[in-house]
């Protein structure tokens, strides 16, 4: 016959991680440059001409999202963030 118990009885659960680390060189360090300008277009323009300065720089792996654009240039990986900016009175 069967018996009803409010026990609650965990599983036996045996768990064996360990973390290795491993020292990695540093061969190169990426360089970051900023800079920002105001221009006379709207957003969607500044990010269609960034794919093409990027694509003309030499740049690979373009990419557009939106109004952002990437890309990479040997080690390093540049951004051109075009944004509505608001005037100030």
Known sequence: MFEYSDKVTEPDVITKTSIQY???QKEYTPQLWSSHKVLNET???CANKGVGILTS???TS???NGD???GNFNKNRAAIKCVVIEKIL
Do not use: D, E, T
């Open 68 to 70: 952002y654009v990437y």
């Open 22 to 24: 491993v020292p990695v």
């Open 43 to 45: 957003p969607a323009q």
């Open 62 to 64: 373009v990419i557009k």
């Open 57 to 59: 720089l030499g740049f």
